[in-house]
């Protein structure tokens, strides 16, 4: 996925977020958005998942020279952050299906794979309201990672990870998001060591 920046700004009444954004993230590239906390990170990532509008300015969104409508976008976006909640009342093997049904996995793998994956032998009938805060966002992060989406957006991807976590985390990273278009937000060197281009909120207040 390549998405278009043409003079993008947002603001929460009459506080500019960011403003005046002319950017380009290419197809395959990995990108870092950095700054602060408060500094607009998240709010940036939002606006590139198409949750929320710029309040100026247009973005452009296209996958092998086909542009995609707003409307559409959801469909080749992959998105985890701290923020968006899991349905607690299913278990993890009901979440795994029920995401399924609405983003396909990664070729040749099965909501299986990912019980594998996340090494929660004894959670495939847990609730999710039952299982840690890491747990979560392992959870978070598979679903995210291994599926058939083309831009992958991660909100301070290792929020609630132990040292293990992380490991896992660069892991995944490594085995499933090759080729992909990443997006991650984060003041945690560890969280986007990978990436190959950091853009710092702050150039555009």
């Given at each position: 996925?390549?998405?278009?920046?043409?003079?993008?700004?947002?603001?929460?009444?009459?506080?500019?977020?960011?403003?005046?954004l002319?950017?380009?993230?290419?197809?395959?590239?990995?990108?870092?958005?950095?700054?602060?906390?408060?500094?607009?990170?998240?709010?940036?990532m939002?606006v590139?998942?198409?949750h929320?509008?710029p309040?100026?300015?247009?973005?452009?969104?296209?996958?092998?020279?086909?542009?995609?409508?707003?409307?559409?976008?959801?469909?080749?976006?992959?998105?985890?952050?701290?923020y968006?909640?899991?349905?607690?009342?299913?278990?993890?093997?009901?979440?795994?299906?029920f995401?399924?049904?609405?983003?396909?996995?990664l070729?040749?793998?099965?909501?299986?794979d990912?019980?594998e994956?996340?090494?929660?032998?004894?959670?495939?009938?847990?609730?999710?309201?039952?299982?840690s805060?890491?747990?979560?966002?392992r959870?978070?992060?598979?679903?995210?990672?291994?599926?058939q989406?083309s831009?992958?957006?991660?909100?301070?991807?290792?929020?609630?990870?132990?040292v293990?976590g992380?490991?896992?985390?660069?892991?995944?990273?490594?085995?499933?998001?090759?080729?992909?278009?990443?997006?991650?937000?984060?003041?945690?060197?560890?969280?986007?060591?990978?990436?190959?281009?950091?853009?710092?909120?702050?150039?555009?207040?």
């Open positions: 996925m390549q998405v278009t920046f043409h003079d993008v700004s947002k603001r929460y009444r009459y506080e500019w977020i960011f403003k005046g002319h950017y380009e993230f290419i197809q395959g590239g990995k990108y870092a958005v950095t700054g602060p906390n408060g500094s607009g990170k998240s709010t940036l939002k590139l998942s198409g929320l509008t309040s100026k300015g247009k973005l452009v969104f296209e996958n092998n020279d086909r542009k995609f409508a707003p409307d559409e976008v959801y469909q080749q976006i992959s998105y985890a952050a701290p968006i909640d899991l349905i607690e009342e299913f278990t993890l093997m009901e979440a795994l299906d995401h399924c049904r609405f983003k396909p996995l070729k040749n793998l099965l909501p299986g990912l019980l994956l996340l090494s929660f032998p004894k959670a495939k009938d847990k609730q999710i309201r039952h299982f805060s890491g747990m979560k966002q959870l978070k992060l598979a679903l995210a990672c291994c599926s989406s831009l992958i957006l991660l909100d301070e991807p290792t929020t609630n990870l132990d293990q992380v490991d896992w985390y660069l892991g995944l990273v490594e085995k499933f998001l090759g080729g992909r278009t990443i997006v991650v937000a984060s003041n945690v060197k560890e969280d986007f060591g990978f990436c190959d281009t950091e853009i710092n909120i702050q150039a555009y207040k």
